[in-house]
């Protein structure tokens, strides 16, 4: 289990807190998703979580051991952390990206074993871009670069996986792609998921646990179709929606 | 396919220095070449004082094997600042660090003589390149047009600083400078093979060894970290390993260009991008291409032209078709 215990960020130079005070916990095998509208705090504490911002109070401990002072390294091995898609300097093929992965693995003075490389097979195995392999990372679309991100997280073996809204770029197709995958790796591998997203009803669809944050405070946290209703939605984006319920999955819509 | 090439691209080196060894004013038949290097190596039969053997092994080997080592450092520094700024455009020509090294030799062979000149040629470079850098880096971030503009802004400091040195320096130590800056390997000998060997080995080997995490450190600062890299560290190493290799083969033999971007670019053109294979390929080919451009700066003209204009003169349009080819994208981030 993760828990995040009362995190307070600022940045430097400021005097008024990012987060003030945020705590939840996430379970293996859940996909728990972080939820809230932009200039919420959603990517600070995302930054946060993933130990590239650091916080100046509060806890984050996995497995009950506290890790806000580890080094990269030991830290890649407890989260892996999915970037939202983009392009590198250089035409790497599919395969070279997810071999990345093993970084935290890999001595300074060494390349990667053989077991490294089968771990790589497995992982691109796991997500289903066999295909891909050999293509440039820079010449496959952008549902397939998300896929890509997501097999090097896998490579990583790390029992945390982090999304930084892993649909952004994508279009609906390769949304749902995407979100289907990492629910079926989640519980297939029990791993702890956290993700952001934007849109409350592929959180609804596809989370165990929704939190929602604005203007750096929790607002809700719980299973999704208990926490989102037509009143917190007005309360955090200050838009009227209504409340539906389709093949028992209830979905909102904004009156217009 | 890419297996061959790798395997060519790996064995240049040796056909080029062939080459190189009976190429030149006193004509040696390819077959003495090879005799009169089996005779000096194994001692397998006598062939006698022939004056063949002395330009052979006393003039055209040692240039041809400093030739090899500088062409290696430099390539292989340009393939590692290409990886860690993630920069397709720089060598360590366009980021100022042959200029920092050539002011470190410039005011030592011109004042500070009591000093080692590869000590302030290293020092120099490695300032050059942290001020290249800390200009140019914004947000955690080094875009690319920023670090070759600040770039141009360190080399063209100290190219002034250099000329300073000259304009004070007693005229007889003047001339020397002077050629020396165009580059050239016209005055190699033993002595500066034993250097460049100890200089230019102890800075390549080191990023031969970690060139696995150049792939990871061009993934960008936040990204490499989160995959476990400490990032500070790592690309420091690997600044401190590649200006040492540039210093010494700097202070050997001027400043020469272009060779860090070129060489690397045409690799990954024929063998791709991966840096596990990218940086020994790129080690190999860096020294046949200076060894294949000092022949022809020796061997163009009755008189012995600096190779760092050869280099020059290939390296310019080389830039210009690699920016025209990139379009925009060579410019964002």
Redesign the interface.
Known sequence: MLSIRDIYFRHKGRKEDVLKGISFDAQPGHITTILGPNGSGKTTLFKCI???WKYYKGEISFNGKAIDKL???????I???V?QEHE??????VF?VV???R??Y?G?????SKRDYEIVEEAINTVGIEKLKEKPYTKISGGERQLTLIARALA?NAPVMLLDEPTSHLDFRNQINVLKKMKEIAVNRGLIVIMTLHDPNLAGLFSDKVVVINSGTKIAEGKPDEIITESLIKRVYDIEVRKSSIDGKSMIFPVI | MKGIRAFLIFLSPLLVAWIALFLGAYGVTPLMVIKILLNETLHLFEIGDIPEKAIIIDIRLPRVILAGLVGAALSCAGVTLQ?IF???LVDPFILGISAGAAFGCAITVGFLSFLPIQFTAFVFAVLSVMIAYAVARTQGEVSRLPLILSGVIVSAFFTAMVSIVKFLVDPHKLQSIVFWLMGSFSLSDWKAVKIALLGVLSGVI?IF?????L??L???E??????????KR?RLLFIGFSTLAVAVATSLCGIIGWVGLMVPHLV?MLT???H?TLVPLSISAGAAFMILADTISRTLTSFDIPVGIITALTGAPFFIYLMKRAGKEAWGR
């Open positions: 993933s130990g590239l080094s990269p390294r030991k830290r890649a091995r989260f892996s952390v970037p590198p300097p250089f035409p790497y093929s070279d071999l990345m992965g970084a935290s890999v300074l003075f060494s390349t990667p990583q | 990886g993630r920069n397709p080191p060894l970690m060139r696995w995490r792939n990871v061009s993934m960008g936040e990204e490499a970290k989160a995959l476990g890299v400490n990032i790592e990954r791709g991008p991966d596990k």
